[in-house]
């Protein structure tokens, strides 16, 4: 527990039966690999079908910027219900958007509308915004000893999701001749469909009177912590700057003469990088502590952008995309992992959904930047401009760990 953590423990009652955890575990990883593949889809196509669809060629990315959106616009909203009526409300509410994101797409794509891609890659966001929520879900119920590693796990899941998601593009795009990638949002659909399938089936604690009433301490005091603004810092950047790359990737690639296969197999080995270090990561937690591991994680986010940087063949993306993806793992569990330490049981839906606002919200603004920098300029000043955010976090973090230091033999 860091020296700045003022949490209750769960207490006993807290608990559910080994069973249960287990059951929950699974079901929540098996959801996060079948919802991971709406976020996979979007990304590998919004920026090619927004190049093609737009009224004007900046606004490619657009719809990625707007997914984004929509991911910051429904945390709010997603952790309301959560403690109100539950969490697995919010998740079955978030599969429907799953579902309505594939079907307003391929009308979208029929009628060459690009308006509405937007309008659906929006609700694309509201249901990876409830789709983050499972790795906070999994620590729901678990004694403390086990938070990290649960979390940790689920995320595991998108490891599948990175498989899936390409594959699913690659085999579906030409499909409907006449309209490419129409048929690849049939198909993200009913994928959707089945993941409501399997969250239906989590048990998951009710909220708790006083966690329904707000209990707990004023949001105010919470989030001035130093170990929550470290926290919220340091995952912000991470996912904002792994979406920053990601977002610019696809499509230059496709402006450097590479095929749509290569980039789809590029975002492929991205999104498994992303998730794979998930089945370890929760021990390196446990075992050197979640701040040095965000630390490593800054550090190879850091390394992807350099590499990058020395040239613009297919094998310079790929390296790129896979030391991105596990930067941003590194970075994103392990500030998670953190942010578990900033608050009572009673606490958790306000500031997780908080935390995740944040994080979102700057994710949105890098996904607008993004797209702008590099039809203004060049992939060079994409990567080029990643170091700025970088730099802060890594100022921000050691700091924190310094001071985490000093205060270690006073308690």
Known sequence: MSAYSSTAPDTGASLLPDRDQRGNIIRLTVAQALAGANSVVVYATGSIIGHILAPN????????SIFVVGMAACILPAGAIARRYGRRTVFLAGTGCGVLVGLLSTLAIIWGSFWLFCLATF???????????FRFAAADGVSPARKARALSFVMGGGVLAGIVGPQLVTHTMY???AYMFAATFIAQAVVAALSAMVLLGVKLPKPSAEEIAGGGRPLGEIVRQPLFITAVTCGAVSYMLMNFLMTAAPLAMQFCGHTQENSNLGLQWHVIAMYAPSFFTGHLITRFGAARVVMAGLLLTGLS??????????AHFWATLVLLGVGWNFGFVGASALVLECHRPEE???????????VFGTMAAGSFASGTLLAAYDWAMVLWVSFIPLVLAVVILATTLARSKRALPAS
Do not use: C, H
């Open 123 to 133: 609700f694309g966001g509201a249901y990876a915004a409830v789709v983050l929520s």
């Open 348 to 358: 958790k839906t306000r500031v997780q959904s908080f935390n995740d606002f944040i």
């Open 175 to 177: 499909m409907w001749p």
């Open 305 to 314: 952008a350099a590499v990058g940087l020395t040239g613009i063949e297919v």
């Open 57 to 64: 060629k900046s606004l490619a990315t657009l719809p990625i």
